[in-house]
């Protein structure tokens, strides 16, 4: 399982331990809660609360060496304040879904922002990680630099694992400077030019960081956001055409697009409407069903509002493309019951089984929450 050490520990990770090892002894599940503001996302939430609000705070920040360690229930907006003081960010751009998100919230859900295509995945930028597995064990993996690793990388299997395999207490992330230039660019155009011009420009030198295609007031449209040096900005500005945005609410309609404000997800077309994540290759060409949608990471990434009636339609076209559709904001409980996440083939089912034996051996941990 690769580097793993165990550690004393303090007061308030003492209790939690305590807590782990009573529900395990009783086969209670927990449910853990940092702020709550993914708690939308997921199967089903079961269990006594097991809140990690406590253990909060920056312990350990270099920006020369761009590492930062933070206590897990740290509030997602009071580690990017910290970073941007130093010019520094989390690159990824983490959705918050509400003021109360903290970063083990960030990492337990493994949600990008528009970002994700061209700088990478939260899993990319997670370098160590602390946790109390079942048992009540304090254990730590990886650390603070980025290297080779013996067999399984515990850090990065945290991140998407819906704390179905442990606490995580505190986390090492890599960060990065902000780019020094920024521009948006508009273009009219459909889905499927939309679509093919994105893969073009994804073969050129171009400083491509992200892009959304939406109907905007009913005009079809891509936005493309460039970031990088600034001659590359403006040579990128001058050669791949479309309108410069220079209306200084650009900013927020990107934050708006990751935090999910913008009118697209603002309302459900329909009240039986669901909101659906689905995931495919970025040159796979248009879906082609009859939803209406907004798509990101340069065609990576495609949001469909419709019923949960439509999950057999939109998954079958989902693995036809070899990507695959999660239910992401259910219109009701009901809904659900046709899997909020695409089932897994069964050597892979097999495999988060036994590593959920492994950390969890009494199954007390966020059980039902992916399954």
Known sequence: MGPVTMQPMEPALQRLADQIRAASADATPL??????????????????????GTLSGITDYAPSELVVTVHAGTPLAELEAVLAEKNQSLPFEPPHFGPRATVGGMVAAGLSGPAR?????????????????GRGERLTFGGQVMKNVAGYDVSRLMVGAMGTLGVLTELSLKVLPRAPAEATLRFEMNEATALQQLNVWGGQPLPLNASCWVQDAGTPVLFVRLRGAAAAVEAACRTMGGTVQTDPTVGDDWTAC?????????????????????????????????HPQLIEWHGALRWLW??????????????ALGGH?????????????????????????????????????AGIFNPGRIA
Do not use: M
């Open 31 to 52: 449910r853990i809660r940092g702020g709550g503001t993914k708690d939308f996302y997921g199967q089903a939430l079961h269990g006594e609360p097991l809140e990690l």
């Open 117 to 133: 295509a061209s700088v990478g995945a939260v899993r990319d930028y997670v370098l160590g990680c602390t946790l109390i597995n």
């Open 258 to 290: 990751r935090e999910h404000t913008l009118p697209f997800f603002a309302a459900p077309p329909a009240w039986d409407h669901c909101l659906w994540r689905v995931s495919v290759p970025q040159t796979a060409p248009a879906l082609g069903l009859p």
């Open 306 to 319: 419709a019923p949960g009636s439509a999950a057999t339609a939109i998954r079958d076209r989902a693995l």
């Open 325 to 361: 559709a999660t239910l992401f904001r259910a219109a009701s409980v009901t809904d659900k019951g046709a899997g909020v996440f695409q089932p897994l083939a069964t050597p892979l089912a097999r495999i988060h089984q036994q590593l959920r034996q492994q950390f969890d051996p």
